[in-house]
């Protein structure tokens, strides 16, 4: 006799005895299980160290892609995420031997995410440091007020790095590019910067202030060694050539999650995403220092960068991207939504109960939603991060079906 399928509330009540259930009523015929518990641990860096190469304020934890790739799709499958930042989810994918396609209004993300897919042997990043002219005058050093981050030769040396790379369209450039821009700043001997703070760029002002209260001042740091340190670390257990052999095949593009243009209908099996929290986030002033090392100033296009305190123009916004990963999905794929909880104007907000409604406008089943709880992180008691209040550090994942 045939056994019924599993659902997915008997398959997590097996995986996670401990999680609890609750029902919750869109309205009196819409009702979907909401499950709260530990579905992925807590515990710090564990997963593939490329993930953490330059993780930021606002990534997820790759656990939380792994967790929804391995149970909502099969190798081979292509996993997409439309607000990609640092290609988190497009990095699982290809790991856990998906097609793994990105999308960001930003374009460091594809810069970015194209490193951490395609990235070059130890051995590589020796012979290009090995090219690089570190005693190169610099023309652009002039008005360049960086003095409160960097001691004067590192500065030189970061510049002729960055003149090189720049020059440069090998992958191997790119690959040098990441780990430089994931050493610009941070807390101890091993980046180019003295003591600040590692996933944010702090401004010149704030700095200065740090600087004088630490009393500090910029010491020399030499700029190749602290990369190849961190070309081993990034690389340890993995294989550089077969993962940019698998990498070379994701698609990555720069544009607005409401407008998809390079993605084909009906063409994706799996979406994990995470949109901005309203204004929780500011994506461009946390990555200014990022910003300049690339050479990249968005001008006008910064306006597609969606970061608003007004939740109707929020609301507006998640309805017209949810409405584009319907269309990519196929049907019978899944979309995993991932949000926080928020305060906005002294009211505390489920966005989590937000997407779902607008999701069912787009079309979309809501099936579950996750709630991940776990304890503070060091990092969410430095930020003050807004959905880390009350103790706990909680993901919202909505999961939807086309
Ligand atoms: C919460 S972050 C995503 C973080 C990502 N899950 C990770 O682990 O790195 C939200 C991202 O949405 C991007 N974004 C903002 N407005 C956008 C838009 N209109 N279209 C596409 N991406 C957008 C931001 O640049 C930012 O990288």
Not at 82 to 88: I, K, L, N, S, Y
Not at 196 to 222: G, H, K, L, M, T
Not at 380 to 389: D, G, K, L, P, Y
């Amino acid at each position: 006799m045939a056994t019924a399928p599993a659902t997915l509330d008997s398959l997590l009540l097996d995986a996670f005895p401990s999680i609890r259930c609750a029902e919750r009523a869109l309205s009196p015929r819409v009702r979907y299980p909401v499950y709260s518990g530990e579905f992925w641990t807590a515990q710090q860096r564990q997963m593939d160290p490329l993930h953490y190469v330059l993780s930021y304020r606002g990534s997820f934890k790759p656990e939380l892609p792994a967790f929804f790739i391995r149970r909502y799709s099969r190798p081979g499958d292509v996993v997409f995420d439309p607000f990609a930042g640092r290609g988190t989810t497009v990095l699982q994918a290809v790991l856990d031997g998906r097609r793994g396609w990105g999308n960001d209004a930003n374009p460091m993300f594809e810069r970015v995410c194209r490193a951490k897919v395609c990235p070059a042997t130890v051995e590589e990043v020796e012979a290009f440091l090995d090219e690089v002219d570190w005693d190169r005058e610099a023309p652009e050093a002039e008005g360049l007020d960086l003095g409160m981050f960097y001691h004067e030769r590192t500065l030189r040396e970061l510049l002729a790095l960055r003149h090189h790379v720049r020059a440069t369209s090998s992958p191997t450039a790119r690959f040098v590019e990441l780990l430089a821009l994931s050493r610009l700043h941070g807390h101890s001997s091993g980046f180019f910067s003295v003591y600040s703070f590692p996933q944010i760029s702090v401004p010149r002002e704030a700095q200065r202030r740090i600087n004088a209260r630490r009393n500090q001042v910029p010491e020399y740091r030499d700029v190749a060694s602290r990369i190849v340190r961190k070309a081993r670390q990034a690389l340890r257990g993995c294989d550089p050539v077969a993962l940019r052999r698998a990498g070379a095949r994701c698609m990555l593009t720069t544009g607005d999650a409401r407008d998809l243009v390079d993605v084909p209908t009906s063409s994706v099996h799996l979406i994990v995403t995470s949109p901005p929290f309203l204004d929780k986030v500011d994506y461009l002033l946390d990555n200014w220092l990022e910003m300049w090392f690339l050479g990249i100033d968005l001008g006008p296009q910064s306006e597609a960068i969606v970061q608003t305190p007004d939740l109707e123009r929020w609301m507006e916004f998640m309805a017209g991207s949810l409405v584009e990963m319907r269309r990519v999905l196929r049907h019978g794929g899944t979309c995993v939504v991932e949000v926080g909880d928020v305060n906005h104007n002294h009211r505390d907000i489920n966005l989590d109960e937000l997407i779902a409604d607008l999701a069912m406008d787009a079309g979309f089943r809501v099936e579950a939603v996750l709630v991940q709880v776990q304890s503070f992180t060091k990092l969410a008691h430095c930020f003050r991060v807004e959905n880390n209040r009350k103790g706990t550090n909680t993901n919202r994942c909505v999961v939807l079906r086309k």
